[in-house]
């Protein structure tokens, strides 16, 4: 890289809870730098949290449009490289739309789109660009997750028998929309969340890990919807049956009202050979089991010589035992596709392993997976495919 | 308690897994005594076993016919007062039959019997004799499920929403019945096990975990049964959606093919106000958790005052940290039956707390789910309700 | 074997908490039967425990000297084979020498006496009337602690440097003694406990525990004794710096003020080439770690082949994930006894197995370790050498 | 704060381990920006590590005496406001001593000097010049430290009885400085490292940690140096006992042969009325024993209500169950110094809160703890009192 690469935001501003992530986890690595943004649809707040991001006032803008818009005027040396997109889920298309007809490359979070059609419409515009656009789905940037992607792609698992993937939380076993609180507000309301509030927010995520790490895709699912919050509108709660399409069998559960449940995202894999383990929540750690020897704890950073992948060595940053987090997990995505857009701006070919970010077919993934759930749970759990499976 | 209840055995003979731990388990708190036994079909065996038993030998029978009729004419002061049967699935209502016939009191192996069918006669019987029946679903004997069950019931956990159940062995992840290994071969027979290998060998105890501690019934299920290992017979994995009676919802899973998972039993309970969550495999720890507060490690035996249940102090032996284990919450059941038959034989009421064994109803609910999760499965994983729920 | 060991015991009686351990442990595994005991100083305390465990009336004695004359009287075929002793340290030599002189063998609880001198003229004792001699450093019984000492013998570690071991309570924190605690009494009672409270009563199984994994032996220490709680007449804090014969350095400390610790014996050794670490409180678990290969979880009871020593898989009874625990490991030092003296008193040779219990030497050690230390606290916290290392 | 505070790092070039760490952490929060470096003693070196971090050429510097002299001469709204010092041990003297005498705050690596008298000379000059001055023992940044800290300042513990720290490693257990090593040559040679290794490099960490949780002050301690690595030139193991100003007893032990053990940097705290736990490799969790009730598991960031501390709560970024990590509590330091400097650089009074970082007093407390280990250490591990305890 010849320079840092300049980024701008939309949404995130002061009060948002992923703004700021999102900001630490480009900036980390020392190769993006922030240096416009829009960050509410109220322009005074959007001004307010330029300030407070100590942005230049004239680089704070008062709409997504008019930040297209201007950076798009500015002189190649200035303007933004790409936009990060942190708005909730139903300002995701029209921003991301906007963007890509304004030339721009983007970082969005996830879910990609508000439903399956907007983002069945995305594809084809990235496509038609021919910009980048990467996926926040954040976890696969854990070393140990590279590292149980890697065990099971070089077979030392055998063939995937079983898969058991779960995201609970318990934030939401109250009311808490009623309370006006912002996060609760919008994941619970069809209108800014989509058809489903705990698989678009999470489970998906748990859907996303579980096709990372194993290569394996969903090829049909049962699910079922449960809103245990009386005044809820959309389901606070999932459980689902999976067939995979190399006939290994799953169950994907994901939960907003599991008391004190954090952020309680987990797999196990079963092969013929082999199993493996690991909790998002001590992400260093990652299990090895084995058919007839004791298993193995597989630690982030640790000294093994050649016994650890490179893919999960370059993840990380700092030696074993000196724990790294959600932040640098998210950041190795920004770092992948900070390194993708600048050998991409230099004319150069990006190097393999740069390319290891979700992109929009991931994103069409997850998609159809939400999609997938809200069929299967409204004709009452019966088996159904993803369309794009 | 005024002597020793005496106990005879049939089955669990040298080379058997399951005969040395029901000993061990009945004898621990010194309150039976073996004094008889037909340990094998094999009336050589049988002799063996009952010597290496340090039983004389004309208490050890060639067979449990002869073992019956010959410790029926006993005088009273003599004989047996029970007999604990440890023998394959398929000769479990055979010796329950003859046994009542004969007016013995009966512990048995689970599951029940080998179908639902025999479970509906045996209900009968034991009805119809008054005799004292008692089934080793022996994971309910743990001190911190007892705490577990303790905390629902009295309402610390609000109304339940969610059960997590899992069951999960690596035992039978190769065709280890094709190296005629004992105890795989008659757990795949469909001769000797029924219709159900992996449920019915272990789903059937995360079952009955679940309605013990949350004092829930199984409304509806949709199950889906996998045979992975090549060849073998019987299913070994199965993968459960849930609707339980009032209204809550479930996952349970099951697996004998889950690679170095020893066993793994392990349940997670969410409620409106709390949340716990136990393991078999770290069974002197509870996990207690609550909407606005740290989680709470309760400890086995700890000294906390009140705020251990009596239900779960009661059950232990030792003060908390030095560990109690499988055999000592096996005990606990044969501690309550003996309790309850010397209460009987004496002609007292037992009291309240030993009656806290599983029944033969437990044992018929057990026998209608293994019949209900074959019904789904067959139906191709469509939801059905258990017979006798 | 060809029978079942007969045991009598002194102390224990209701109310005790080692008593009915004791006999849970012997009789665990069928080749243990008690048959008499002088379970009280008080004969009517003794009638009443006899009665509890269902003892006749003849068999049961109001003191141990009576007991010894009676048991002796009796024809072999009926009379103990051994004692086991169970009563607080200032009662164990009395009877110990008693025990010898009326030709029983012997099972003691530790410390093994109330001083090095008691324990010095023991040794002789059992020397010299050639009976056998157990000491129940129950934690040595565990299969992972064998499971750690065959590593340590097959130098998978190297040449062992350093040691930590700790023996952690909290049961004394506050000034129980003083609320008339029975437990809490004798054990800070100079004149029933002897000159150390906290080392003598659990310090001296860490000590034991280090040795025993490690075959190395305490060289020198230094050791400062703290009595934390007022008006207590014993120490509850011990903290040791620990110099081995081959160079190793250590720490050991044990602790009966460590706010909510409950019996926290842990361990964790170093090599040149290895480590090992292993906590009583979950004693089916052994880590072994290596230089350049991540670590391995061992697990009790497990189906590696030859990878688990014979050693460690005798000391268990269950399949890996079924937890043992302390009574288990109580009764594998019995059951090596019971063989052990089956053989002698068949005229035959104990095999090398079952010789794995501690003696009459390894009491000497701990009863000089107890020595020293209080020998180097007395003088500051000066570095001293045990007498008998 | 109005605008970023500009950093300048001295040390930390490419190949370094912990310059890249201090950039990261630095940076995170957005408050400070890297302007300036002299990365290397070679002059080369350092300025491909400038173009490495996107540095402008003229602020890449060959030697820190030019950078100091070329910074100062800048305008004060370009020149570096601090410091950061990152270069092994026998270098942070005389550049902490040019940097503040060129009139720069400090922030600088730990220990704090080469050896005690050094020390001595830089609390003057940091006195005399009235500059800010912070040092990264880096430990104290975790949310939960603070979370222990407020636990026992707030008297929730009662009277501290007894700390056990620890500080383990195992990357040094071969003689890896005679492969050339970096990070193991300087490390172990007392030219650069001064007169102790494992003590100087990592068991400082564990008496900073331990006084700055407890508040208490090391009165005396007891310490053994061991080298067990033939050919080291310093100790690579250090075992104490500690004797607090309140009287309480403590047990410190650091280690870098401790086999695969990473950065396990763990302590306990044990007072009157209640006990905790925390451990480095798993920051994010607090433990905290009762007296008389289950233990709690305290969370980062977890929705307690009030029963967080907000020192802790403040020290944290993400919601509970999204870890955070090293690089974050290091950033805790950062942003706490930045903030206190760029209230003095705004002429306002810093706030309470931010003026929670390690000065010049404790690297003073740092370098008076290893003086005093090395003394005891060469007295025969003889008790000595640190001289300015």
Redesign the interface.
């Known amino acids: 890289m010849q320079?840092?690469i300049r980024m701008g935001m939309v949404g995130g501003g002061q009060g948002a809870?992923i703004g700021?992530?999102h900001?630490?986890a480009a900036?980390?690595?020392?190769q993006i730098e922030?240096v416009c943004g829009a960050f509410s649809s109220d322009p005074a707040k959007s001004k307010e949290s330029g300030k407070a991001?100590?942005l230049p006032e004239n680089r704070t803008y008062p709409s997504y449009e008019e930040m297209f818009k201007a950076e798009a005027e500015l002189p190649e040396g200035d303007r933004m490289d790409f936009v990060t997109i942190v708005t909730p889920n139903h300002m995701h298309f029209p921003v991301q739309k906007r963007a890509l007809e304004s030339g721009f490359n983007i970082m969005s979070d996830k879910p990609m789109c508000f439903n399956l059609s907007e983002a069945e419409q995305l594809v084809d515009l990235v496509n038609s660009t021919g910009l980048l656009f990467g996926l926040t789905h954040n976890y696969t940037g854990y070393p140990m997750v590279k590292e149980a992607k890697h065990r099971i792609a070089s077979d030392q698992l055998g063939k995937i028998?079983?898969i058991?993937v779960e995201y609970s939380?318990?934030?939401l076993?109250?009311f808490l929309e009623n309370e006006h609180q912002k996060q609760a507000s919008w994941r619970t309301d069809p209108e800014r969340a989509g058809a489903s509030c705990c698989i678009g927010d999470i489970g998906t995520h748990a859907e996303n890990l579980a096709e990372y790490i194993t290569g394996l895709k969903i090829a049909e699912l049962?699910c079922?919807f449960?809103t245990?919050v009386e005044g809820r509108l959309l389901e606070d709660?999932a459980?689902l049956?999976i067939k995979y399409d190399n006939g290994a069998?799953?169950?994907l559960?994901s939960?907003q009202?599991?008391?004190?449940?954090?952020?309680?995202l987990s797999i196990?894999v079963?092969?013929?050979?082999?199993?493996l383990e690991w909790d998002?929540?001590?992400?260093n750690t990652l299990v090895?089991?084995?058919?007839?020897?004791?298993?193995?704890?597989?630690?982030a950073g640790?000294?093994?010589?050649d016994?650890l992948s490179p893919q999960s060595f370059s993840a990380g940053?700092?030696?074993?035992?000196?724990?790294?987090?959600?932040?640098?997990a998210f950041a190795v995505l920004y770092r992948n596709f900070a390194s993708t857009l600048s050998a991409k701006l230099e004319g150069l070919q990006p190097d393999e392993a740069s390319l290891d970010f979700p992109d929009v077919n991931d994103g069409l993934r997850g998609m159809s997976f939400i999609d997938a759930c809200v069929r299967s749970s409204e004709a009452?759990?019966q088996?159904v495919s993803p369309k794009f499976s």
């Open positions: 320079r840092k809870f700021p992530i900001l630490m900036q980390l690595d020392n922030l991001y100590f028998r079983k058991i939380q318990g934030w076993a109250t049962c079922e449960t245990f709660d459980n049956l069998r799953g169950i559960y939960s009202i599991s008391v004190d449940e954090e952020n309680r196990r079963y092969g013929e050979k082999g199993g998002q929540q001590e992400p090895l089991k084995h058919l007839d020897r004791p298993r193995e704890i597989i630690r640790a000294n093994y010589g016994r940053r700092l030696p074993a035992g000196h724990p790294e987090g959600y932040i640098e009452g759990a088996w």
